[in-house]
């Protein structure tokens, strides 16, 4: 803006807003867990998709659940959020 002639009176600086929640202590992680219904003892697989045009978010669920119901049979939880 001061290169296109601006002054500096007619300029205000402001930060991104940012939710106020943004600020506060998280839960803790097995708080958490509890919250949502996961296993608090098995590791969790987080797969987030579907807001910036991933596409095909359920078949690459799919793949990943099967890929990991293989490798690791009951040992792993997978977790996929969308939009």
């Known amino acids: 803006a001061r290169s296109k002639g601006l002054k500096p009176s007619q300029l205000r600086l402001y930060g991104l807003p940012i939710h106020p929640m943004f600020g506060r ?16 003892h098995k590791p969790l697989v987080l797969l987030v998709g579907g807001g910036d045009g991933v596409g095909g978010l359920g078949r690459l669920a799919d793949t990943v659940a099967n890929e990991l119901a293989e490798r690791f049979p009951g040992q792993v939880q997978l977790l996929v959020v969308c939009g």
Not at 30 to 40: F, H, M, N, P, W
């Open 25 to 40: 202590r998280a839960p803790s992680k097995s708080a958490l867990r509890k919250r949502i219904g996961v296993d608090q």
